[in-house]
Each structure stands twice: as C-alpha cells, then as structure tokens.
C-alpha cells in the first residue's frame, strides 16, 4: 500500500514537471542552478550547491563536506530570494490552519507540532511554510499544535493520517508516547520526519529524523564550564517533561563535567520565562552562589534574569545555551557588557523544520535519504553584533525567515 501510495505521487509530480515545462515557466526555483553554481543530479531534482553564507549563519559550517547532501539541498532552497508574493502567500499560510499553496500540486504535507505557542516554534512554522513554496508540487499546508497535550497529539496525528497527508514534519515533544500513532502514519504510507532531536524509539516507526549531534553538544557546554567554571555549583535546565532533546544532552554533558563541578540538579522550565523564572528561582534560593547553567533556549533565559533581580543577586554565571534568541544577547549589552555574566550559544535550529520537509521531498523523488541526519553543533561566545533591536525579543539570529517577513508575522 505504501509503495503504491509514492509511486502515484511520484508519478504526478513528473506530470506536473512536464505541465509546467510545456507552459514555459513556473518551474521549481531549486531546478535552476545559482549563478556560478553546478547543478547536481543524485536520484532528485534538487542542488546542492547552497550558499556558503547560509550554511555559516545557519549551522556554523564552513565545509559543506561536513554536512549531508539533504542538508545542502535544504540550505540551496533557504537561501533562495522571497519574492514579495511568496512573502505574502507564506504569511497566509503561516496564519490558517490549512492553507492551499495555489499550485494545484497534488501533495500535502503538514506539522505536527507538539506546542506552537512560544515563538521558536512559531519562527519555526514559518520556516517549513517558505521551504514548502518552493516546491510547486505541494499544494497544501496544514499545521496542528497539542498545546502540551499528549492525547491531543495523538489525536491530531490521526486527524492528519485521516486527511490523507502526504508528509508529516513533527516535533515530538511528548516523546515515546506517540511511538503507536507514529508508526500508524508510517504504515499508512505517510511519510513522518521529525526535527531538533525528536527522536522516538529505536527510530524505526518513522522515516528520518534531523538534529544537530545532541550529544556533542552536551559535551561542548561541559567543556564551557568546565573551563569558565572550574569549580562551582551548576545546574541543568530543560524543556517540557520527558522530551528527548533535554534529557540527551544532560546525559551527555553529566558525565564530563570536572572533578571541581558540582550539579545541583535539573529543572523542567516547558522553555518559557515563567518556567525559568521558577525553576532558577528555586536553584538561586538554595544555591545563591550557583556558577554556571546549562539550557536550550535563550530567550527563556531572561526568566532567569527575572529570578537574579527578585532574589537580589548579581548575575555572575556562565550560561551555556543551544539557541540564539536576540533578545538576551541584547538585554547582555544594556547590562553592559559584564564580564562575571559568561554567555555561549549555538544555533537557534529553526530551519531543521526545512531539512526535514526536503528529506521526505527527496525521498518522493527517489533519493537515498538517511534515517537519521546529524548536524554538527557549534558554541560560540556572545558579543554586541549579536543584538538585533529591530526584530521581536525572541527571534533567532540563525534563522532563514527574512527580517521583514518576522516583523511582518508580529506587527
């Protein structure tokens, strides 16, 4: 059943490449190749000549060879120019539930978030509704949200599986729970990819998954703190209970931090300011003298900041964070710049929503994909440049949403 299933769209997608061609246009941008590019044809019509410049603000990359053919075919299209158009019809279809791309393409794809409601994730949506127009062979785009709800999330699954999606992009957050409904996408023939480390199981009820080397990256916020700290108290701060991305870079990062480094425990903050400000108020409250933190998301962190302020204390710890919401880097240069308050980030990974909508188009158009693709994580430290003020607090600096289309989503 599966089988037949991509077959059939594999055979549309080849009559509506021939429709176009005969009315002399409206081919998919990624099948033209950048000025001074190659085109290069691996079982696919994608390239996978992608713009040095993207793969350096998105991932930290300067060697495409570090990186996986699908990354690079992703990256190609994140790089290419919005047209206003586009801009428009991607804010519509960032805005509705359901959204016909006015292509006439004969495949749905959909995201299947775990919660929307923060704006990383809503960066995030957008982000796989840009990377979705590219492709004139989706004609509809449909997005759901549990709001931390688990059967909620199951419930949507289905709903979509019933709606005879094509390609599910999901962020699990309620982890091995929906390993049932997973696998019932899959045998159903619907293509399921998760993004930022949402891996379930053993992987095998689901056709790929995208993350940067979580684990690597727990061992890099070790190293920070081992170096930074050296001897001290710190403490862990993750997302939502039980999500798969916190618990594996802890598992990663606890064994390597130094004889001198004390971890005074971990803390759910579901990656907002009222979470953080409660869990760092907790830690603060009986460890005032706590010398490093280790967290995800950037933006949460002014909750942290909050605590600082209602206990009274200054702020001196080293900060080892995954994201790169502006907002704390620019709140870091209104403080002055202070020298006791350390900060290292990585990349705010948004546009995993992108590689993981193009490894399932990949996948329809007969290219290899991998069942897991691994991104390698970078650290680097904080400084003035990485302030934007003209943008909303918690946008991320690593984004591929353009500028105007961010402050056009949050006017």
Known sequence: MKLSKLQTIAFLIAMLALVLAACGGGAAPATEAPSGGEETATGSEEIFDADPAVLMKTMGVSDASQVNEVVLAAMYRAGLPVSDEMAAKALECWREKVCDTGTGGPITVALADGFGENLWREVTHMEMVLQALTYPEIGRIIYTTAMFDTQQAIADIRGLIAQ??????????????????????????????????????????????????VCLLGQEFARILNEEVGTGKVAFLG????????????????????DGIELVGAADTFWTREGTFEA????????????????????????????YEAAGLPVELVLTLRT????????????????????????????????????????LNGYEVP????????????????????????????SMVPHDVVRAMYP
């Open 280 to 307: 760092m108020s907790g830690f603060l409250s009986a460890h005032p003298d706590l010398a490093g933190v280790s967290y995800e998301a950037a933006g949460s962190f002014m909750g942290g900041l909050s605590a």
């Open 324 to 363: 790169d919401e502006t907002v704390l880097f620019c709140e870091w240069v209104n403080m002055g710049q202070p020298d006791d308050f350390k900060i290292y980030f990585g990349s705010g990974g948004n546009y995993q929503s992108r590689i993981a909508l193009t490894a399932a188009m990949m996948h």
């Open 164 to 213: 005879d999606v094509d390609i599910i992009v999901g962020f699990p957050d309620a982890g091995d729970a929906l390993l049932p409904v997973v696998q019932e996408a899959t045998d159903a023939g619907v293509i399921y990819v998760t993004h930022s480390y949402g891996v379930l199981g053993d992987g095998s009820a689901y056709f790929s998954s995208i993350s940067e080397d």
């Open 371 to 398: 069942n897991s693709i691994v991104i390698p994580p970078y650290i680097q430290p904080v400084n003035e440049s990485h302030c934007y003020p003209d943008l909303p607090d918690d946008a991320s600096i690593s």
């Open 239 to 258: 997302g939502t209970p039980g999500n798969p991305l916190s618990a594996y870079w802890q598992s990663c990062e606890e064994p390597e931090l130094g």
